[in-house]
């Protein structure tokens, strides 16, 4: 069964340092999402791509965080300089076709110290 | 205000004990109310779509209903395999697509 995979499963960084998170989404899917979710609370959405751009972002994602489709398959998540409060679990998400059928993967823990 | 309200935001039950989780949602133009399962440090999983007041949906022991205010996952007969949290989210119509996730309702069936 196709499955979204993401790397690392956990990441433990400084306050300050730029951190990559990585993610291959369903071979055939059109939109990808970066959902995180802090401990104890609630998924909380961060950016949309599409047609390789951002389509929709939060207001969680300022400037500090970017995300790229370098290739066909790969789907990153970058945070230029990480912050104490930017500890979570990020969710990387596909849909085949903009119907709000989400496929997740087993996400990155992000740890910051 | 959250436009996904879930309750209980825990719920223990027996082994065979039956009951339902309440999800309530405050979107206008509804396109799609989704139940996900959670288990501890995954990534949601999809259970179902609900579109318009009166669907239903089923999958083994779970059974999804909408309304136009709320949407309710009944559980028969739980197992302890069913523990879980099961997460809420709903997609706006006419504008954002993007899926909002409510707070979840943790259940724990136990044996």
């Known amino acids: 069964e196709p499955e979204v995979t993401q790397t690392p499963s956990h990441q433990v960084t400084q306050m300050g340092q730029e951190v990559i998170l990585r993610c291959v989404p369903i071979?055939?899917?059109?939109?990808f999402y970066w959902y995180r979710q802090i401990l104890g609370q609630k998924v909380e959405f961060l950016v949309s791509?599409?047609?390789?751009?951002?389509?929709?972002k939060s207001e969680i994602f300022d400037d500090q965080f970017s995300v790229e489709r370098p290739d066909g398959s790969n789907f990153t998540l970058k945070i230029r300089s990480t912050k104490l409060e930017d500890s979570a679990m990020y969710f990387c998400?596909?849909?085949?076709?903009?119907?709000?059928?989400?496929?997740f993967g087993e996400g990155s823990r992000l740890t910051v110290l | 205000e959250d436009q996904v309200t879930q309750s209980p935001e825990a719920l223990r039950l027996q082994e065979g004990e039956s009951s339902s989780l309440n999800c309530s949602y405050t979107?206008?133009?509804?396109?799609?109310l989704f139940w996900y399962r959670q288990d501890p440090g995954k990534g949601p999983e999809f259970l179902f779509t609900?579109?318009?007041a009166g669907e239903e949906k089923e999958k083994e022991r779970l059974k999804a209903t909408l309304t136009k205010k709320e949407s309710f996952l009944h559980i028969t007969a739980p197992k302890p395999e069913d523990s879980a949290t099961y997460l809420c989210?709903?997609?706006?119509?006419?504008?954002?697509?993007?899926?909002?996730f409510g707070r979840g309702t943790s259940l724990i069936v136990h044996p």
């Open positions: 979107v206008s133009g509804l396109r799609g």
């Open positions: 609900l579109y318009s």
């Open positions: 998400a596909s849909d085949g076709g903009n119907t709000g059928e989400l496929f």
């Open positions: 071979s055939n899917h059109l939109y």
């Open positions: 989210a709903v997609q706006e119509g006419g504008g954002s697509y993007i899926p909002t």
């Open positions: 791509f599409y047609n390789n751009e951002i389509s929709e």
